[in-house]
Every structure is written in structure tokens, then in C-alpha cells.
């Protein structure tokens, strides 16, 4: 069965660190682009971030360049989400997903939260 | 980056009528629009790529229409299990981004 299953979510402090990660099983991980997207409470969905199959191209939403590193581990089938400086405004469910185009693949989320 | 506009918001509906939704970009994207739908506490699932190209598993009464700009999300003969929002995303450029949602609610 193909699955994605994030984990590491939990309640921060704003300027906090918290590291999400996305365990892939059920296809060939290493050759697909992979994406963060996150939803804030009754919002709707943002894309955060995405990583090629080899790691050559990364790319991040503005509101979290700078303080997002996304990056992975083809021999583990893990994806991961460094989040440092978090912010009130990072407070989200975040799902990794598989894609180059669509949307094909989505994990249940790990909700992060940030407060005092 | 591209904006994507969804019209309506909201729309109430009774069990076997038609829905449409529509989502607007704001500049061409050429045929990559998909379509998702998420149920409460659920994850976004795939229904529609590129526009018009079914999914797999996903039940004939989903259909996508559009390239360009202007594009469709039809279902045909709601069904209760339907009530869900649902979302455009667009692939053509970075950052990639979605459409505001339309929340279907089954009267």
C-alpha cells in the first residue's frame, strides 16, 4: 500500500524549532518530487515546500523562506521539514505529498502549533 | 504567482442535482489544473489532473473542463458522501499555489 505517515508535530514557542518528517512506503521513493502543505485551522490548503527526487532542486513558499529547510533521505524514504523562527502564523496542519504535478499521494498530517 | 479563484464559496445543494465549480486563474496555465477534495478531518484526496483527466478509483459522477484560464469542476447526480470542499491547485509555475476552496454542503 502506498503511504505517508508525518510525524513530529507538537506545540512550540514562538521563535521555536520543531522538525517534522514523512516516512514513504509503498513505491519507489527516490524518484519522485516530494512537497510540504500545510492548512491552518479552517483554511485552506498552502503549498510550502517541494524537493526533487535527488535533491538537485528545492524550492519554498516566501512566507517561510529563510526559515524552512526541506530535505530527504532516499536510502530511509524520508522526507523532512527543519522549521526554525516559528511564528504564530506557522501553526498549521502540515502534510507531505507526493508530486511533480498532481497532488497523488497524501499523508494524514501532524499538526504544529505556536504559542506561548 | 499565479492566483486562483474559485466561484462559489458555498454552495448548499439536495442530493442528485448538479454541481459546478469553477476556478479562475490569473494568468494562462495551460492545461495544469487538478482538482482535490477534502472531507472534514480528512486529507486532501485527488480527483481530477490536468484539467479533464480522470483518476483512478474516483467515481464517473467527477468530471474536469477547461485550459487557459477558466476551468470546471462538475459533478454530476450528488451524492451524500459528496459534502466535502474542494480545491484547484495549479502546477504551471512556482510557487505552486490553490484555489480558496468551495465548501458543497448536502441539504
Known amino acids: 500500500e502506498v503511504q505517508l505517515v508525518e510525524s513530529g508535530g507538537g506545540l512550540v514557542k514562538p521563535g521555536g524549532s520543531l522538525r517534522l518528517s514523512c516516512a514513504a512506503s509503498?513505491?519507489?521513493?527516490?524518484?519522485?518530487?516530494m512537497n510540504w502543505v500545510r492548512q491552518a485551522p479552517g483554511k485552506g490548503l498552502e503549498w510550502v515546500s517541494s524537493?526533487?527526487?535527488?535533491?538537485?532542486?528545492?524550492y519554498y513558499a516566501d512566507s517561510v523562506k529563510g526559515r524552512f529547510t526541506i530535505s530527504r533521505d532516499n536510502a530511509k524514504n524520508s522526507l523532512s521539514l527543519q522549521m526554525n523562527s516559528l511564528r504564530a502564523e506557522d501553526t498549521a496542519v502540515y502534510y507531505c505529498?507526493?508530486?511533480?504535478?498532481?497532488?497523488?499521494?497524501w499523508g494524514k498530517g501532524t499538526t504544529v502549533t505556536v504559542s506561548s | 504567482e499565479i492566483v486562483l479563484t474559485q466561484s462559489p464559496d458555498f454552495q448548499s445543494v439536495t442530493p442528485k442535482e448538479k454541481v459546478t465549480i469553477t476556478c479562475r486563474a490569473s494568468?494562462?496555465?495551460?492545461?495544469?489544473l487538478h482538482w482535490y477534495q477534502q472531507k472534514p478531518d480528512q486529507s486532501p484526496k485527488l480527483l481530477i489532473k490536468?484539467?479533464?483527466q480522470s483518476i483512478s478509483g474516483v467515481p464517473s459522477r467527477f468530471s474536469g473542463s477547461g485550459s487557459g484560464t477558466d476551468f470546471t469542476l462538475t459533478i454530476n447526480s450528488l451524492e451524500a458522501e459528496d459534502a466535502a470542499t474542494y480545491y484547484c491547485?495549479?502546477?504551471?509555475?512556482?510557487?505552486?499555489?490553490f484555489g480558496q476552496g468551495t465548501k458543497v454542503e448536502i441539504k
Open positions: 505529498a507526493r508530486a511533480s504535478d498532481y497532488m497523488d499521494v
Open positions: 509503498g513505491f519507489t521513493f527516490s524518484t519522485y518530487t
Open positions: 524537493i526533487s527526487s535527488s535533491s538537485s532542486y528545492i
Open positions: 494568468q494562462s496555465i495551460g492545461s495544469s
Open positions: 490536468y484539467a479533464s
Open positions: 491547485h495549479q502546477s504551471s509555475s512556482l510557487p505552486r499555489t
